[in-house]
């Protein structure tokens, strides 16, 4: 590719951030996990997801630890974002089936730092300028547009900083094929 990726700014990709024999590790321990399934405004998505560390729901504060298989990538992912490794308060990860879309959506306010790494198959992840739920237009208006997009390839990652974690929202439409998402997040520090 002779041009990088047209994205918002503060979004970083990098493909082939973990190995082939990588991927098989991480997914065979993924497949031990306990998924729930993963309610949100009383929607319940087609992806199933596990939590480990802090997490969204202020009355559950804390879910079960990181497990051990995934401090490696964590590690790796704060490297690469040049934050301590600990500064990643929780992970998620999110099995999504053939035809499991994430809908538009900005990460919850309490997190800053936002590390992705994609498993077994690529995705589209498109994005839009946020706007605050006062400021959409009124029904009717004009539809919203992607304003970029890319494609996260198997065994790549990515960061959301800055501009890209704050100023936009994103969403991956629906996917071809089985897929597992590993999300880390740092907390927000207090003003």
């Not at 991480?26 to 399934?37: H, K, Q």
């Not at 992912?77 to 089936?97: I, K, S």
């Amino acid at each position: 590719m002779l041009f990088e990726a047209p994205v918002p700014p503060g979004f970083h990709y990098r493909d082939g951030f973990i190995t082939t024999v990588d991927e098989v590790e991480l997914v065979d321990a993924i497949g031990r996990l306990e998924f729930s399934t993963f309610e949100m405004r009383g929607v319940v998505a087609r992806r199933r997801v596990a939590f480990f560390g802090r997490s969204y729901d202020a009355s559950v504060p804390v879910t079960p630890q990181l497990p051990a298989f995934l401090l490696p990538l964590r590690d790796k992912a704060a490297e690469w974002a040049r934050v301590d490794a600990q500064a990643f308060a929780m992970a998620l990860v999110n099995e999504y089936p053939p035809g499991a879309p994430i809908g538009w959506h900005r990460d919850a306010p309490q997190y800053d730092i936002v590390a992705g790494v994609s498993l077994l198959s690529s995705c589209r992840m498109k994005f839009r300028p946020y706007l605050s739920p006062a400021a959409l237009p009124s029904r009717g208006g004009s539809p919203r547009k992607t304003t970029h997009e890319i494609t996260l390839e198997r065994r790549s990652a990515y960061l959301l900083t800055a501009e890209a974690r704050n100023a936009y929202e994103h969403h991956i439409p629906a996917v071809q094929s089985l897929r597992y998402s590993i999300t880390f997040r740092t907390l927000r520090r207090a003003a």
